[in-house]
């Protein structure tokens, strides 16, 4: 048994001043929250900071609150909300819905964070 909190997460990233990425890790698995402002989009405020044409991270997550778009390299596009589950494949970008900001959990094996 092991045990982490968002109320004292292993590490924190600013997403440019629009968003942070909160991240977990317990046992083997790393649970990151995702908080993303209205405004945000990967492509402006995330592509800065780790570079490259679009995000090349494999993402399994669940929705909160809040829209999320998310367009592939390919141009299909698709919007997850509250509710949803996601997976989505490296190479897209991805952007806020709305004026509700986005919170959402994502799941990954601790040695991938």
Same mark, same amino acid.
């Given at each position: ?6 109320f ?5 990233v600013?997403?440019? @001043? ?8 317990? +046992?083997?698995? /790393?649970v990151? =929250? $995702?908080?993303? #402002? ?12 780790? @570079?490259?044409?679009?995000c090349?991270?494999?993402?399994? +997550?669940?929705? /909160?609150?809040? =829209? $999320?778009?998310? #367009? ?10 509250a ?14 819905v709305?004026?509700?900001?986005v ?11």
């Amino acid at each position: 048994m092991d045990k982490g909190s968002f109320f004292a997460p292993s590490k924190t990233v600013d997403l440019s @001043g629009m968003g942070t990425l909160e991240v977990v890790v317990a +046992g083997d698995m /790393t649970v990151s =929250r $995702l908080t993303f #402002r209205p405004g945000w989009r990967w492509s402006a405020h995330v592509k800065p900071i780790v @570079g490259g044409e679009s995000c090349q991270t494999f993402h399994h +997550g669940f929705v /909160t609150s809040g =829209r $999320l778009a998310v #367009r592939m390299d390919d141009g299909s596009q698709d919007e997850f909300a509250a509710g949803d589950v996601w997976v989505i494949p490296p190479g897209h970008d991805a952007w806020v819905v709305g004026d509700e900001t986005v919170v959402a959990l994502e799941f990954t094996p601790a040695a991938t964070p």
